[in-house]
């Protein structure tokens, strides 16, 4: 058994550990509040952006004539791997890193073969693993996360855009974390380019837009931006579903700290009184020995 003043050490240090754990709980929590606001407005607009993309790509004129709509063979794909810059925050990184290997090994195994996936990382895990892992890292964009506004999130977008356009890339993935609930988040992965018409249910039902100045003007504008608003709200979801991670992994150190704390006490005081037992044997036989 642990002597007295190994097991104190122990307690102090887990006690110090709980420390840290909550207070990194209630951060997140308090950064939690404010990413959730954030994607909770900005799904609403996104959402009906998207739906209007649909719309217009379903339309032959579209799908044959706009550089964003067209689909062709895919021999060059493009990732964008949305991860955080720290850790501490359960399986949240891992399962996107895990997901981008899926995919090359599956969906994308011929294009893997030949060289021809590029990947792009925002936030620092998915950096240092695609590169340690000799991947064909093209971008990395950890800064991202150091202020994340409309601003910050389009530095990089009309570089993609134009390589689309240009068929250095025959389709683009995004991989990231859909916030749902303070404790749930859902790994996504989702066709940026090219533009994908309604698919499912709602295939067939278009909705018939007045098109002023033109259906090429609009769409010409519509498309890019659509695909801006799409991007920032992936990386808006990503930021709250990371800060709903921590906070359930820290509520959860925190309270296997408190039950190591009450293990280690009962284990100390059992030692304690194991010491005491000890010596009064030691006394009681001194005494009986002298007698």
């Not at 006690?15 to 207070?23: H, K, M, N, V, Y």
């Not at 407005?41 to 964003?68: F, I, T």
């Not at 704390?261 to 005491?276: C, E, G, P, S």
Request: charged fraction near 25%; glycine fraction near 4%.
């Amino acid at each position: 058994m642990a002597n007295l003043k190994e097991i104190r050490i122990r307690i102090s240090s887990v006690e110090s550990t709980r420390q840290i754990t909550s207070a990194m709980k209630m951060v997140a929590a308090s950064k939690l509040r404010k990413a959730q606001n954030a994607i909770t407005m900005m799904r609403p607009y996104a959402a009906k952006m998207h739906e209007m993309l649909q719309n217009l790509a379903a339309g032959d004129d579209v799908a044959n004539e706009n550089a964003y709509a067209q689909k062709r063979d895919i021999e060059k794909v493009l990732i964008i791997g949305i991860t955080s810059n720290r850790g501490l925050c359960g399986a949240f990184n891992s399962n996107v890193i895990k997901r981008i290997n899926k995919l090359m090994i599956t969906d994308y195994a011929t294009q893997h073969r030949a060289g021809n996936v590029d990947i792009i990382s925002i936030g620092k895990k998915a950096t240092e693993f695609f590169k340690k892992s000799g991947y064909n890292l093209v971008q990395h964009h950890d800064e991202i996360w150091d202020n994340l506004n409309w601003k910050s999130a389009q530095s990089f977008v009309e570089d993609i855009l134009e390589k689309f356009r240009d068929k250095d890339y025959d389709r683009v993935d995004i991989v990231y974390n859909q916030f749902k609930n303070a404790a749930t988040y859902v790994l996504s992965v989702e066709q940026f380019l090219p533009v994908s018409p309604i698919e499912g249910n709602n295939a067939g039902k278009k909705n018939d837009y007045i098109m002023e100045p033109s259906l090429e003007v609009i769409v010409n504008e519509l498309i890019p931006k659509s695909l801006k608003v799409q991007l920032y709200k992936a990386l808006l979801d990503s930021n709250a579903a990371e800060n709903g991670a921590r906070m359930t992994s820290m509520h959860k150190a925190t309270d296997n700290a408190t039950e190591m704390i009450k293990d280690l006490k009962l284990k100390y005081n059992k030692a304690r009184q194991a010491t005491i037992t000890n010596e009064i044997i030691e006394i009681v036989s001194g005494a009986n020995a002298l007698n």
